[in-house]
């Protein structure tokens, strides 16, 4: 009745108009469908929740497990650092004795190699006090033999 009075344009346009409301219906009601589809119930949810996760108790238990781990771990490698210092330590003291001996050894070795220069210096003055004394002797000597004239 009232499409009869309306004229042709309006009534096409109507119709176009419910068509279009029709069709955005239809995809809300299919846009809900995929939803609810591919939505698992909740008892399913909860079931896999269940095999994916832990209780919080477990949880709690398995931190308590893992700091005991790392206080085990941490002690350990300190224990080892300690044993490597001490070993570091001793050994470097070992080298230090090692070390003083070497000096020790070295400084009597100077001290004869001194001692020997000190002889041998003290030797060379004797020895050149001696040969200036001969050498005097010598000159002596040819001045009071007669020269030879050979002309």
Known sequence: MLFAQANPP????????????????ANGVLKLVDRVKGKPSPGEV???AAEKFTRKEEFERQVATNEQVHRDLFSKIGGVE??????AEKKIEELRHERREDMRV???EINDIGNDVAGLK?????QNQT????????????ERLPRRHDS
């Open 10 to 25: 309006v009534e096409i346009a109507a119709w176009l108009g419910c068509l279009a409301f029709l069709v955005v219906l």
């Open 46 to 48: 909860q079931a896999e």
């Open 82 to 87: 300690r044993g490597n210092n001490a070993n």
């Open 106 to 108: 070295l400084h009597e």
């Open 122 to 126: 003290k030797e060379t003055e004797l």
């Open 131 to 142: 040969l200036t004394a001969v050498t005097t002797d010598i000159k002596r000597i040819l």
